[in-house]
């Protein structure tokens, strides 16, 4: 256990940030507008720190949960308030801390008063509390990441909700009118009836757990856990012993909740228009930072509490994974929407990253995790310079521009590269994560992996026709007057492309932190990866052309 509450500290400042610019002085003026938003600025860059120490001392060869924190909460029903970080905690601790204060200055200006809807929140309350809603959903993200106690995970998992749900239907990017308040209200309200539902499904699979474990005698006193680590090693050693029935069951409860999250086609319904409504800045938090937690809850819960149930489910849910690859390309083809494409491509990306998870192999989930993080970035990086683009022209359809490259070459190279890194272009992030989701995936499911291939070229074709309909052509008069990006807006776009291009470069400064958490996932579901087709021994007049699979645990599958 860490002498020094590391963990705790990173996830306390966003919050004491959030309370802090919360109780500013009404931000009346432009001074103090400005003061509220550096406030939240220097807490969110504290927290990029103390994340940058985490990944900086984070032992990929020592145990697999690090800097561990245990605080007694609620005694008689086991529940800690545990923290603890694997190789992939660790990743998705410093994209989220990465990408908040990002996410801040490139809304600098979203929560003005003369830059929100007369009908807003943002006008009936304080500037401020844009900003301090943006530090609670990144210290929520933080101690979801972070939990190694299930009921501690799932209180921040459905509190996270509430400052979402705000910032959703408070601020927007549409005009002042009756219709527009509406349509971000009913976002506001789908998103979190959505994600309720899932959560109150969950919270009934996590009372069934803890009820199982208490008559199994796990836990201190015999009475029951929450703890992450002895329910897995109780699972392992036959301890805690579930009948299929029951356990595929409670699966399904964590699992749905997980599946909202992420989304997994058919429950992404909610993601379109909560990206469209809101702000560039929020829909970038959204399906870069705040989606995450469902990814990777699957991964370290529903595949290490529930390992056989996993394995049951897999073939059905990579269906699902492979149906929302094709989908949600084959809608952002369509879209007339610059931010609803974005929104319909990343249900198209998060089905790759559940595929590469539920193949069940170490270049599949090497190559989910990779994803997260390279979707996270060449996400943001579209949407907030597509957030610019808007905010120039005050208009989201594509129709709307035109020989923008022409006025604003360097917006217009910033889109392109964010563009570029969606659909995968090799030297970019995204292109070694979802090449080893394919290969992982290939090696045990190779129908699935050539109909997922489809939706590659998908991409190709929307992040193309997109920029060719907005960036190139004759300049139109309503975006003749555009300015290019500015110096605050370069701030946001140069770290963002550097990274796309240096994890496209070199993965390996992700891949050393996250494959020992990989294989001990794998390890748990009692996985091999496939073994690749060779010559059979002693055969003779030619080799063998029936591939050999592994009969890890008594499944050849």
């Not at 008559?215 to 050693?237: E, K, M, P, Y």
């Not at 809608?331 to 491509?345: E, N, P, S, T």
């Amino acid at each position: 256990m860490s002498s020094f509450p590391l963990l705790t500290v990173t996830a306390a400042v966003p919050a004491v940030g959030a309370v802090v610019t919360a109780a500013l002085p009404a931000a009346t003026t432009d001074a103090r507008r400005r003061s509220a938003k550096a406030v939240a600025l220097v807490f969110a860059s504290v927290t990029l720190a103390l994340a940058a120490v985490i990944a900086g001392r984070f032992d990929p060869g020592g145990a697999r949960y690090q800097f561990t924190e245990s605080y007694a909460w609620i005694k008689s029903f086991g529940m800690a308030f545990s923290l603890g970080v694997d190789g992939i905690g660790t990743v998705l601790v410093l994209l989220t801390a990465v990408l908040v204060p990002l996410v801040m200055l490139a809304s600098w200006h979203d929560a003005d008063p003369e830059s929100l809807p007369e009908r807003s929140f943002g006008n009936r309350r304080r500037t401020q509390v844009f900003f301090a809603l943006v530090l609670a959903v990144e210290a929520m993200v933080l101690v979801s990441f972070l939990a190694t106690d299930v009921f501690l995970f799932y209180v921040f998992f459905e509190a996270m909700l509430i400052p979402m749900y705000f910032l959703i239907g408070g601020f927007g990017d549409r005009a002042g009118s009756d219709e527009a308040a509406g349509q971000r209200s009913y976002a506001a309200v789908k998103f979190l009836l959505y994600n309720l539902l899932g959560g109150l499904v969950m919270l009934a699979a996590v009372i069934g757990l803890y009820t199982l474990s208490a008559r199994a005698g796990i836990g201190i006193g015999g009475d029951g856990s929450f703890d992450l680590a002895t329910l897995t090693r109780a699972i392992r050693d036959g301890k805690l012993s579930i009948d299929p029935a029951t356990e595929r069951a409670l699966f399904l409860g964590f699992f749905f909740a997980f599946a909202v999250k992420a989304p997994l086609w058919p429950l992404h319904t909610w993601l379109p228009g909560a990206m469209g409504e809101t702000t560039a800045g929020t829909a970038a938090l959204i399906t870069a930072v705040v989606d995450k937690v469902g990814t990777f809850a699957m991964l370290r819960l529903c595949l290490g509490l529930f390992p056989d149930a996993s394995k049951f489910f897999a073939p059905a849910i990579l269906v699902l994974a492979v149906i929302g690859i094709i989908y949600g390309a084959l809608l952002a083809v369509g879209q007339k929407d610059i931010k609803r494409l974005i929104a319909y491509a990343s249900i198209s990306h998060y089905g790759f990253i559940i595929l590469g998870i539920f193949a069940m192999t170490t270049q599949g989930q090497s190559g989910a995790t990779l994803y997260m993080i390279s979707h996270g970035i060449a996400t943001a990086a579209l949407m907030l310079v597509a957030g610019f683009l808007i905010s120039r022209r005050g208009s989201r359809l594509i129709a709307d521009y035109g020989g923008v490259q022409k006025i604003a070459p360097v917006l217009a190279g910033a889109f392109l590269v964010g563009g570029l890194a969606n659909l995968s272009l090799p030297g970019l992030a995204p292109f070694v994560s979802e090449f080893l989701v394919l290969v992982g995936t290939f090696t045990r499911y190779p129908t699935l992996g050539v109909v997922a291939t489809f939706g590659i070229v998908l991409s190709a074709l929307y992040v193309l026709v997109l920029y060719q309909r907005t960036m190139t052509g004759p300049v139109k008069e309503s975006v003749a007057p555009m300015a290019d990006l500015r110096a605050r807006e370069l701030l946001v776009v140069a770290p963002l492309v550097a990274l796309l291009i240096g994890l496209g470069v070199y993965p390996k400064a992700v891949t050393d932190l996250v494959n020992p958490a990989v294989e001990a996932t794998l390890a748990e579901v009692h996985r091999m990866d496939p073994k690749p087709v060779h010559p059979a021994a002693g055969q003779r007049g030619g080799f063998s052309h029936s591939p050999i699979h592994e009969n890890a645990g008594g499944e050849g599958k």
